[in-house]
């Protein structure tokens, strides 16, 4: 919850916090908010559960992704190259704007599936997934049955075929896309390693020593940088059928970003997290202020002026936020003498952004560090993240059992192995 | 809202069968409705620095406490904090949310519950909270307080919580009305 403004608490304020000391401490049990937690290295090896492909220079994997809203599909080469691509969006037509997510239902990505795999090795010149050396899939985290629908069809085709099948992390899967080498003279981004991932659906800083290692530094409390860019763009009316994200930032182009006062948030916090619903709320009043003084009856009327001003400044504060949190990250790295970090990674859907990016090159400019971003179309879900970091998987050794059929839609990173 | 959620969570797993419960949570943008959820997940699972992130677009965060029936025998209950906030009119969307199990079988806590109109919830154990902005001019900020209205049927476990926190006068400056379905 983000500190508001200190006021005296009442009585009742007080009573129930009592209530709740009272209650609610006993119940604290350490049994692990997380029966598991994402461990292929256990602080001495990577294990091959099911095998590896026989040539470790030069190999391909399938890999498949369907953590939430897409189902999608690719073959990719051990040196990085996309051989062939699959997504199951691309083949809706968009929603009317307002929210149908598709792709989404449990019976659509079920029908995807087969089409997607197919599609993802005809495009790489194969006929089947006997033509590939080894298979990964997105297992966690994620929505439960989404989740089940890719792994269910993965596992059955590393045994059907007995190729070496790797059980992949959605998040690691995005960061890992900032080492997917873009051609052989290409220098690759090494370990150790700042991520910053900025999604819908997630917003943290990472500290990356290596495959399966990886450590959140901060992250949200409450809303993601993604989320508060959609919820922007539905507060003024915007169409969100291609992501609330792009058109804000379309829009924002149009205005003044120093038109509209809006506080950053967590100014005073001397930490790593980050917080948007307050931000969110703030640009809810304005506008609505805005409206009400020009005699319109929501946001979604104000003139076009005024919501290009309303997405600007919205989008400069967002990014000043992430700004300051990053800047503090990077100086605390800057003064970890042992593993000298100097490199970022920028992962995650809102990675994509224009403004985000710019002002973070220039923050890596003036820090020296080198920053490494993934294309912006391998930076929202797809078949490429789960087959590039099932490759990266293999090349330290490390394979999962096909025979276990667990999907889980909490997955967090093990404690950080020196 | 924190507390309102971490009392009710406490008080409700100390019923005889919390699973089954769902909690509508309708509010505007930044009422509060996350917060209430923070509170209630760290409130259920004792865990006062769990980070409960709003749903919008993993749809659902799932959530494991632990609890003890009447025989001390202590069990796993999960807890689907979800957010509809996203998804449309289709009864397709949900499928992903696979809610007839979710309902049945665990604590399920729903922000923007309007979108449940052509979906099949059972209200036996449903409990609504709106959580409403209370100034006299018309101002609605972060600290503006709140009020709430709650809504449950008749016979339902709800009652015997609601009793509870009356007596104990936790809610008092709060409730604006509750009543039973």
């Keep these: 919850m983000q500190p508001s403004v200190q006021h005296e608490e009442s009585p009742k304020e007080k009573r129930r916090k009592r209530f709740i000391e009272q209650k609610g401490l006993p119940k604290a049990v350490d049994r692990g908010q997380f029966a598991t937690t994402y461990h292929p290295y256990d602080g001495h090896s990577f294990q091959a559960l099911s095998g590896l492909p026989p040539n470790l220079q030069n190999f391909t994997v399938l890999g498949i992704e369907s953590s939430c809203d897409d189902t999608g599909a690719a073959v990719v080469r051990s040196d990085g190259t996309i051989l062939g691509e699959a997504l199951a969006s691309q083949s809706h037509i968009h929603a009317p704007w307002g929210g149908v997510v598709p792709g989404l239902a449990k019976e659509a990505h079920e029908a995807e599936i087969d089409r997607i795999v197919q599609e993802a090795l005809e495009a790489a010149g194969m006929t089947s997934a006997a033509d590939v050396d080894a298979i990964g899939v997105t297992v966690g985290p994620g929505l439960e049955i989404c989740l089940r629908v890719g792994a269910t069809k993965a596992r059955a085709l590393a045994v059907e075929h007995e190729k070496p099948f790797v059980g992949v992390h959605h998040l690691e899967a995005h960061i890992l896309m900032a080492r997917l080498p873009y051609d052989s003279a290409s220098k690759q981004l090494g370990f150790p390693f700042l991520a910053l991932l900025v999604s819908g659906g997630h917003c943290q800083l ?33 169409p969100v059928g291609g992501g609330g994200g792009p058109v804000v930032e379309r829009l924002a182009r149009e205005g003044d970003p120093t038109a509209i006062p809006l506080s950053v948030p967590l100014q005073s916090r001397k930490d790593l997290d980050f917080s948007y619903s307050g931000l969110k709320s703030n640009v809810r009043r304005v506008a609505e202020r805005l409206a009400k003084e020009g005699g319109v009856e929501t946001p979604a009327n104000l003139p076009h002026p005024i919501k290009a001003n309303l997405a600007a400044s919205f989008q400069h504060v967002a990014i000043q936020h ?3 949190r990053l800047r503090r990250a990077m100086i605390l790295l800057e003064e970890e003498e042992e593993e000298g970090i100097r490199s970022l990674a920028l992962v995650g859907g809102v990675a994509a952004n224009q403004v985000l990016r710019t002002r973070i090159e220039g923050l890596c400019k003036q820090r020296s560090w080198d920053l490494w971003i993934p294309p912006p ?9 789960s087959a590039w970091a ?18 889980y839609a909490r997955y967090p990173f093990a404690q950080p192995f020196s | 809202m924190e507390d309102v959620g971490g009392i009710l ?3 409700l797993l100390d019923t005889e069968r919390p699973e089954g419960a769902i909690i509508l949570l309708e509010g505007s943008l930044g009422a509060g409705k996350t917060s209430f959820a923070r509170g209630f997940v760290r409130g259920a699972t004792g865990d006062w620095n769990l980070r409960v992130t709003s749903p919008t677009f993993l749809l659902s965060n799932t ?10 025998v202590e069990s796993d209950i999960e807890i689907h904090h979800m957010d509809l906030y996203r998804l449309g009119d289709h009864p397709e969307d949900f499928a992903p949310l696979n809610l007839d199990v979710v309902f049945r079988e665990c604590v399920s806590l729903i922000e923007w519950p309007v ?3 052509n979906v099949t919830v059972p209200t036996d154990q449903q409990l609504n909270v709106d959580i409403r902005h209370f100034s006299s001019d018309d101002t609605d ?26 007596h104990q006068g936790l809610l008092d400056d709060m409730l604006m009305l509750t009543s039973k379905q």
């Design chain 2, 63 to 72: 959530y494991r406490a632990r609890k003890v029936d009447e025989n001390n």
């Design chain 1, 390 to 407: 099932a490759i990266e998987r293999i090349r330290v050794q490390s394979t999962d059992d096909p025979t276990i059929p667990d999907v």
């Design chain 2, 115 to 117: 979108r449940l109109s």
């Design chain 2, 9 to 11: 969570a406490s008080l």
């Design chain 2, 141 to 166: 900020t972060e600290d503006t307080p709140r009020r709430l209205v709650l809504s449950y049927p008749d016979g339902s476990s709800w009652g015997s919580i609601l009793d509870q926190i009356h």
């Design chain 1, 206 to 238: 990472l500290k990356c020593t290596g495959i399966g290692n990886m450590t959140v530094l901060g992250g949200t409390f409450d809303d993601s940088l993604g989320e508060a860019y959609d919820k922007t763009a539905r507060l003024l009316g915007l």
């Design chain 1, 322 to 324: 992430v700004e300051q």
């Design chain 1, 377 to 385: 179309r391998l930076c929202t879900d797809q078949g490429t993240m």
